[in-house]
């Protein structure tokens, strides 16, 4: 599994920006794939993940209403819209993908797929 992530930049405290992460390497119907941050000295934290067959997402509560995760089947690509942005949000942005259930992305479980990560900056 190989996942490529882009579309990190510098945005304004309140701005926008968009996320994608490219999976390929195999059919991607069973996984559930997600998103997770960190910061500069601090640990990894979960941000958002979606089940790729059902749809269904999952949100760190730092983030709802904020953000929003979703899907292009026919481009195997999960996009993370990202709104209101804050500076707490500057982080590296990690997406990641396994097929194990919805719960080990938000319990801190072990994921196995990563991709490389992409600098979020919210700065004035």
């Known amino acids: 599994v190989q996942l490529q992530a882009s579309g990190g930049g510098l945005v304004q405290p309140g701005g926008s920006l968009k996320l994608s992460c490219a999976a390929s390497g195999r059919a991607f119907s069973s996984y559930v794939m997600g998103w997770f941050r960190q910061a500069p000295g601090k640990e990894r934290e979960f941000v958002v993940a979606?089940?790729?067959?059902?749809?269904?997402?999952y949100y760190a509560d730092s983030v709802k209403g904020r953000f929003t995760i979703s899907r292009d089947n026919a481009k195997n690509t999960i996009y993370l819209q990202m709104n209101s942005l804050k500076p707490e949000d500057t982080a590296v942005y990690y997406c990641?993908?396994?097929?194990?259930?919805?719960?080990?992305?938000?319990?801190?479980?072990?994921?196995?797929?990563w991709g490389q990560g992409t600098l979020v900056t919210v700065s004035s």
């Open positions: 990641a993908a396994d097929q194990k259930a919805p719960s080990y992305f938000y319990t801190g479980g072990r994921i196995n797929y």
């Open positions: 979606i089940s790729w067959s059902t749809g269904v997402t």
